[in-house]
Nanobody, 116 residues
Framework: QVQLVESGGGLVQPGGSLRLSCAAS????????MSWYRQAPGKERELVATITSVGGRTNYADSVKGRFTISRDNAKNTLYLQMNSLKPEDTAKYYC?????????WGKGTLVTVSS
């Protein structure tokens, strides 16, 4: 079955960096549109970044443009999110999502806390 497992979260100081990974299995990863979402305490889940299956075109939320980079390694079935210049408002649980033949699949998330 489809599995998405996020990792790489943790506690980081403002201005620091983290790289999140999402290991995918159970489907043809290279055919899926992949996204990162996040949900802060008391807030709705929001889209952070998306990368297409063909061509690897990317899209970002305005709040992370210029600081975050989404990428994928189709040979390793892995999605990444490089997060630089982190701010306290980036604190959230980060989820990866796959859209595969019209169906959404979600991981269970990894927690990122930005605090001094």
């Amino acid at each position: 079955q489809v599995q998405l497992v996020e990792s790489g979260g943790g506690l980081v100081q403002p201005g620091g960096s983290l790289r999140l990974s999402c290991a995918a299995s159970g489907f043809t990863f290279s055919s899926a549109v992949m996204s990162w979402y996040r949900q802060a305490p008391g807030k709705e889940r929001e889209l952070v970044a998306t990368i297409t299956s063909v061509g690897g075109r990317t899209n970002y939320a305005d709040s992370v443009k210029g600081r975050f980079t989404i990428s994928r390694d189709n040979a390793k079935n892995t999605l990444y999110l490089q997060m630089n210049s982190l701010k306290p408002e980036d604190t959230a649980k980060y989820y990866c999502k796959a859209i595969y033949y019209g169906t959404d699949y979600w991981g269970k998330g990894t927690l990122v806390t930005v605090s001094s």
